[in-house]
């Protein structure tokens, strides 16, 4: 089946999918572009920090994309069979990725047809037309004083969101003090009846990450071994004490905004000019996933810079659970030549990309030589909360060590033995054996989560 | 100081789990830093928070016990490319345990070993010997406080034979392999050994050390092997009884070979002596199933002795197929008890058995020394539908040898190539043996036929891509280590 724009019609739900597609058929939107064989596919960067991965069959016009979309098939397949219909010679031909390649496996391990072809509802046979996504909205015209009233009520918003938010954190240091009055040992015992209220209370005062804080802090409490609890506690309480009193102190402060009520969108930060940036060849060392209360799935992608500067980097996206098991962006091992661009922050960690950029050097020139880890591993983590001691999660590169254990609980052991940290979860069988030259791991300041590193049988990741 | 601080913590601690107020407990210092600011208790958390932070770490309840250190093989670990393909095998593909046991003998046979953070076996009783020290390590690692650990080590470190003083050091994987070597070497050293190490063990060990008698059985060994006939166990009697058959040691009682006998006639064919065993049609369940028992039970030598035939040879050459479960039951007894000249008469009549379970064709193949084996598996090829499974079954250890010349004129092999040609249409059923197929194909092929096997299966439709085409190309990646034995050596 050739791919034509009529096709291309035929497959879009509605009109606005394809004026939506049209605006993303610029060049700059899509740092890749390739093909083999009857497959095309291409990374387009949209709101997340992560870029969306959309991949389309030729043959049967099957396609994927990792965004979040609930329209099938989203605005980024259609751009890209779009650009692919129309030039065919801007996509390169290139070896088939590995998140292509299990695109396809995945296809055929379900639906064990190739031929299938994508039914197209009648209701979407509706006018739609390529050509009327193509026409220009006309531009509206500013009035300065419709301009002048939207951003006074703007700032009043913004007042009255601050305003709300401070109740909000009044309450929460009120809350957190009766949970010392009653006895932690009972917030302990009954963590979610107790945080559910107040963290209702904070979504209220438009405190939303502080909110999904208190919400996540059962089940994050419940993860920690019994006997470590009470000062994961006290250091999750003393954190939240510190946070709510340096934005009281400072409510226009971008990073402690950010961790009380809500973070800026990507377009924002790639459009700060003060914002930090950095091009350097990054590796994926790790992702984390996981489901919150809220209904939300949180995807962490850790990155370790190759070259000078800020050695990590944090990708963080979020999106709805509903929207069933989403494709992870890179794989573990992967390098990638990019400029990120930094959140602010005392200690700049969460990124988004700004631009990537094709990487002339095989991926194993960078991958095989990891920087040499500090003897001290901890001290990066002292010198973070010097800086921003609200920090928690802080990524670190461990020295040569082993993994040992001591009862059910695994350890991160130093090879000189004069340093052992806890892990968070039981690693895989083969982990244990190796003798891990370097590793890269995220401390919380109670346990290791650990990510990936080098051993003597090469590369390894927690997550094989 | 760090103990007073750590003693403070603790009496903070202590408050704050039961309630109240923790202020006058906290260091003087603390107190005067929070003394003007509001809710002092509060600032008191966040001063303590910090404390911990900085200053503990959580230590071991109980002594650290490392893992010893995973060992290597014999063999180097596969290739860059060849590993993403076991990855894409294992994640995309999701191969079974028992598939995965295949690939692991192909990469044995191409020289190489499996990277253990790609995969680490569960199971290891399918996979080649070398992996017996990953087993050890695996037994060492479940159970440290057994000290099972430290004994591993101590093995790792010997590197000595074996012997009735190190015998108990042994793990039961090692050991076997340490045995296995001492007998190529020394194999009277090894029966006395066993004479009298062998009753300490469980029958399961007992069993599998056995088993090692398998390849270079001698007559020497018939003194130890007729000792175990009063072994406790069954299982362990009857391996005995069948190495002794091959010997030429009969062991059966008179009255069950006459009444096996009387399942089949034996008939002159011409005046030169010639003979023709044919099985007798029976009548009813009951009866197949006593003369499947006692074709277990018995040897070939009993049933040439019950039908008055003077040789096992005799039997194997004049043996008419004529009932595939007779024939089958033949040839399973070939294998298990017949003389290495009768299992190579056998196997090289393989063409004339059709309808014999791969089992038993697997059986009796692993009786053939691997010459014998590369000489015969063509003729297996020629006779296999289009999932190979006979073939792979056959192989043995010997995988990735089979070349295109081979596979081109194979009924299989074109049946398999139409059946690709009409994927799209073709049923359920179809599209399960391609996969099947091509997936056999990868394991069996020579390298170089691999290559050409995907561009055949490309140009007859499958995209380059396709999953189906995932063994066949690690096929591809897997050029032969030379500088290392054998697979089939191993």
Not at chain 1, 193 to 208: E, F, P, W
Not at chain 1, 305 to 327: E, I
Not at chain 1, 339 to 357: D, N, S
Not at chain 2, 159 to 171: C, G, R, S, T
């Amino acid at each position: 089946m050739s791919l034509s724009t009529s096709k291309i019609t035929e497959l879009a739900p509605d009109q606005e999918s394809l004026n939506a597609a049209n605006k993303l058929m610029k060049p700059n939107k899509w740092p890749c572009l390739a093909q083999h064989e009857h497959l095309v596919w291409g990374e387009c960067q949209g709101s997340g920090a992560n870029p969306y991965r959309t991949v389309f069959d030729q043959v049967n016009l099957g396609y994927k994309c990792t965004c979040p979309s609930r329209k099938f098939p989203c605005k980024h397949v259609l751009a890209l069979m779009w650009m692919f219909a129309e030039a065919p010679s801007n996509f390169a031909p290139a070896d088939v990725p590995t998140w292509v390649s299990d695109w396809v496996g995945r296809r055929r391990n379900t639906d064990g047809s190739n031929s299938k072809k994508p039914e197209v509802p009648a209701s979407n046979k509706q006018a739609k037309s390529l050509i009327a996504a193509q026409l220009a909205e006309p531009e509206k015209a500013i009035d300065p004083e419709i301009e002048a009233r939207r951003k006074a009520a703007s700032q009043k918003r913004s007042q009255a969101t601050q305003q709300s938010i401070a109740t909000g954190l009044e309450e929460l240091q009120q809350w957190l003090a009766d949970q010392l009055r009653s006895g932690l040992s009972t917030l302990v015992s009954d963590p979610t009846s107790r945080c559910r209220t107040i963290a209702a209370r904070l979504v209220d005062a438009k405190a939303q990450a502080m909110a999904s804080r208190l919400d996540e802090l059962p089940s994050r409490i419940l993860l920690v071994p019994s006997e470590w609890r009470i000062d994961w506690l006290i250091q999750e309480l003393g954190r939240i004490v510190l946070i709510c009193r340096a934005w009281m102190a400072d409510p226009d402060d971008a990073e402690l905004t950010r961790l009380v009520g809500s973070s800026e969108t990507r377009d924002s930060i790639i459009a700060l000019n003060d914002a930090p940036r950095l091009c350097s060849v990054w590796e994926v060392i790790g992702e984390q996933v996981s489901t919150r209360r809220d209904g939300l799935v949180s995807q962490s992608t850790w990155l370790m810079n190759h070259g000078d500067g800020q050695r990590f980097a944090l990708l963080l996206d979020y999106f709805p659970a509903s929207l069933g098991k989403r494709s992870s962006s890179f794989s573990v091992g992967e390098t990638i030549l990019a400029e990120l661009v930094f959140y602010p922050a005392r200690h700049p960690l969460r990124a988004v990309i700004a631009e990537r950029k094709q990487v002339d050097a095989p991926n194993a020139t960078f991958s095989d030589c990891w920087p040499i880890p500090s003897s001290d591993p901890l001290s990066v983590y002292r010198d973070v909360l010097k800086l921003s001691p609200w920090s928690s999660d802080v990524p670190l590169l461990l020295p040569r060590g082993r993994l040992a254990q001591s009862g059910a609980q695994t350890w991160w052991q130093s090879e000189d033995e004069s340093l052992c940290l806890p892990i968070m979860d039981k690693p895989q069988k083969s982990i244990l054996g190796l003798e891990l030259h370097t590793a890269a791991a995220v401390w919380d300041g109670m346990a290791l989560k650990l990510l990936s590193g080098r051993s003597q049988w090469g590369p390894w990741s927690y997550d094989n | 100081m760090t103990t007073d601080l750590l003693k403070s913590l603790d009496d903070l601690k202590g408050i704050w789990l039961m309630g109240g107020s923790a202020i006058d407990r906290a260091p003087k210092l603390w107190q005067d830093a929070v003394r003007d600011l509001e809710q002092q208790e509060l600032a008191l958390v966040a001063l303590a928070g910090q404390a911990i932070s900085f200053a503990l770490q959580p230590m071991p309840t109980r002594q650290l016990v490392v893992s010893p250190i995973l060992p290597a093989l014999p063999l180097p670990a596969t290739p860059e490319p060849a590993r993403q393909m076991i990855r894409f095998l294992l994640k995309v593909v999701k191969l079974t345990e028992a598939q995965m046991a295949d690939v692991i003998r192909l990469l044995t046979a191409r020289g190489y070993a499996v990277n253990p953070i790609d995969y680490m076996p569960r199971n290891y009783s399918q996979l080649p010997d070398l992996y017996s020290v990953w087993e050890a390590w695996d037994r060492a690692e479940k159970a440290p406080a057994a000290g099972t650990a430290s004994a591993f080590q101590n093995v790792s470190a010997l590197q000595n034979e074996i012997d009735a003083e190190n015998w108990d050091q042994w793990l039961p994987a090692e050991r076997r392999m340490a045995l296995a070597e001492l007998r190529r070497q020394r194999p009277r050293e090894v029966r006395e050994l066993l004479a009298d190490k062998l009753p300490t063990l469980p029958a399961e060990e007992r069993f599998r050390i056995l088993e090692l008698f398998n390849d270079n059985l001698c007559p020497e060994d018939q003194a130890f092997l007729e000792g175990l006939m009063q072994d406790r166990s069954s299982k362990v009697k009857q391996l005995a009884q069948s190495y002794l058959a091959r010997l030429g040691v009969s062991t059966c009682l008179d009255e069950d070979s006459i009444e096996f006998a009387q399942f089949f006639t034996a008939t002159n064919v011409d005046l030169n002596g010639i003979l023709k065993i044919t099985a007798n049609p029976l009548k009813t369940p009951a009866q197949k199933k006593r003369r499947a028992v006692l074709a277990s039970k018995l040897s070939l030598q009993c049933l040439a002795t019950g039908l008055k035939i003077a040789s096992e040879e005799q039997l194997v050459h004049g043996w008419d197929h004529v009932d595939p479960q007779a024939s089958d039951e033949f040839v399973r007894m070939v294998a298990a008890t017949g003389s290495e000249k009768s299992v190579a008469s056998l196997a090289r009549r393989i063409e004339s058995l059709d309808g014999i379970s791969a089992e038993a064709l697997q059986l009796l193949f692993q009786r053939l020394s691997p010459q014998v084996r590369r000489e015969l598996l063509p003729r297996v090829l020629s006779n296999d539908d289009a999932t190979f499974a006979a073939t792979l079954m056959c192989c043995g250890n010997m995988l990735g040898e089979i070349a295109m010349e081979q596979l081109v004129p194979t009924l299989a092999f074109n049946e398999l190539l139409k059946i690709c040609r009409e994927e799209a249409s073709a049923n359920v059923l179809k599209k399960d043996k391609l996969r099947q197929g091509l997936y056999t194909l990868g394991l069996i092929a020579k390298q170089s036929a691999a290559s050409e096997l995907l561009k055949m299966f490309t140009n007859a439709g499958l995209f380059a891509s396709d999953p189906l085409l995932s063994v066949l190309k690690l096929n591809t990646c897997l050029p032969h280590n030379d500088c290392l034995p054998r697979g089939d050596d191993l």
